[in-house]
């Protein structure tokens, strides 16, 4: 069974900074790409960034670029997002993603 589980949410003051992890399980991690997503409360989804399997390539939202960071670990099946420079506007439930699967999400809210 495929399963995602991301951690590292929270409620942070804008300026801050945050590292989402998203746990894998049940597939083969080192050889899929994968993807954060989020969606604020009314909206949509958004797609955020995306990472090749080994690493090498990175992919960024123009609403995040130079303030978050993607990568991976795959030793330990795992991916980040390191969010930092958080801003209001990033107040949102994120998810990651592999293919149709995404785990249940961790909540980031942005607030002074």
């Known amino acids: 069974e495929v399963q995602l589980v991301e951690s590292g949410g929270g409620l942070v003051q804008p300026g801050g900074s945050l590292r989402l992890s998203c746990a894998a399980s049940g597939f083969s991690f080192g050889t899929s790409s994968m993807t954060w997503v989020r969606q604020a409360p009314g909206k949509g989804r958004e797609w955020v960034s995306s990472?090749?399997?080994?690493?090498?390539?990175?992919w960024y939202a123009d609403s995040v670029k130079g303030r978050f960071t993607i990568s991976r670990d795959n030793a330990k099946n795992t991916l980040y997002l390191q969010l930092n420079s958080l801003k209001t506007e990033d107040t949102a439930m994120y998810y990651c993603e592999s293919g149709d699967t995404r785990g249940q999400g961790t909540q980031v809210t942005v607030s002074s």
């Open positions: 990472i090749n399997a080994f690493g090498t390539m990175t």
